[in-house]
């Protein structure tokens, strides 16, 4: 929302009408009716969405670390991502403008499509992937109420089909749950993550409960380790915490997201800090000695939700075992349900209202990766390459260098300034971020080396041969490639600044000096932006003398 003279309007809508492809109503700064997010809302976003990692912990044995080992491991990679959290979310809850918008002000208008492009492709697959889990939690609902008559439907698939017909049921209908959750936006679901929050915790507890009684709290071999030396301990860590934050790498990615719903500035900010580390080392505890407790009694392998309330009904088949896993099957439903369209359909909708911003906004883009998520066939990826899950948690180095440049950019060169109206003005006009022909050369450069050192072992993690070094560099991943691309980015632009850059500097502009301390309002004189209307521009309220104030 703006304010122009005394009436109000929005005047990058006024330059929209003159060129759509950079503007439509989710790409323009959020309006202050719609920023209702408090901190206990982002308590219970963070919450809902970090308290559904049962399974993280599965990872961390695989590669040879203890339960004790995994769970510091655990603990700690969530706090490298909290933090990187909380940095990449400062901007959208100050300008109100999503992931999109932030990043045509760092990659510049033209190449901030390639960025959100790639993050718009994952949120595509994970979206595809997370639903086919969701259906997994539906069979056991299925099975719970009506038993045989659903196990014994008649199967019409072949079994290169690597889905049965039940499963194929179980996920249309996982989809059709998802279906009425296309056309919220984020302001118009606070209530049901909080809902999400409170119906978690017995679902996770539950499960965690009934195994400990089963077994007598045993969890055998989760307790000893192999002897290692301190060389290949310390490797074994590294990588568990670069598997942690392949967890989230994408989640850190999209902060702007979420945090342009904000109230006030610091919403989103503490609440990360602490919601998101505890609930996914908690929920990640639960289930390493759950699980391993449950394998040590029967000799199984059971590492997921799905299977082990499919382990229960099949040694405890009763009524009072079919309603509670029911019970616990229907939450982590919802869970799931509400991590899938926090984590993809939100991203994909506001990453496709920037690409094809004339015919798509976020609700729209919303209902596009829902019907795509059948065109992925997650079935078949997922049986059949066995490398996947590895190389969409080894794709979190691509987005490591991504965030880097984006907090170095808005901490260390531009004071926190982002001004608005250059953001919806593609023209070679815009001083401040056309670039070069609309890319930002500087973070490209510091892009392809930031996912360089990381990518052989990258490679090697898929399978290809690579050295030792290599793999210990793919080891680092998302940590190897933040720091490489900040560190290639701040010292390429301290002696070769961009043009935004430069202005900043020659103005004087202090610390996000394009927003009203007090009010918290965006203020900017559009004639120092060009292109977008000779009028002065405000956003969330009233008018300001801009150049009084250096803009």
Known sequence: MAKVGTRIVSALELDSSRDSRWSNEDLLPTPPEQCTWRWWNYVSFYWSISFTNWTLGSSMIGIGLNWWQSIIVIFVSQMISSIAMAFNSRAASVYHIGFPCVGRSVFGMWGSFYFVGARAVLAIVWYSVQLYYGAEYMFNILRAIFGHHFTDIP????????????QMLALFLCW???????HFRPYQLRGFFIFKTFISLPAMFGLFIFAMVNTGGKIGSVYTQDSKSTTAMAWLIISGINSGLGNTATLITNQPDYCRWAKTKNAPLWTQLISNPIATTLSASLGILATSAINNKYGTSIWNQWDLMEFILDRYWSGTTRFAVFLAAFAWLVQILGTNVAANMISFGADSSMLFPRFINMRRGQYIVHTLA??????EILASATKFETFLSGYALFMGSVVAIMVCEYFCFTKGNIFIPALYDGTSLNKSYYYLKGWNVQAVIAYIIGIAFPFPGFVGSLGAPVSTTATRMGDLGWILSFVTAFVCYFAICWVWPTANQKRIRAEKLGWEAAVDDEEGEVYLNARDVGGVTTEEVVVGGKDHDA?????
């Open 176 to 182: 059709m749950v998802h279906l009425p959750f296309c």
């Open 374 to 379: 059948w065109a992925v066939c997650p079935w």
């Open 547 to 551: 150049e009084k104030r250096g803009l």
């Open 155 to 166: 199967n019409h698939l072949p079994a290169s089909a690597h889905i049965t017909t039940q």
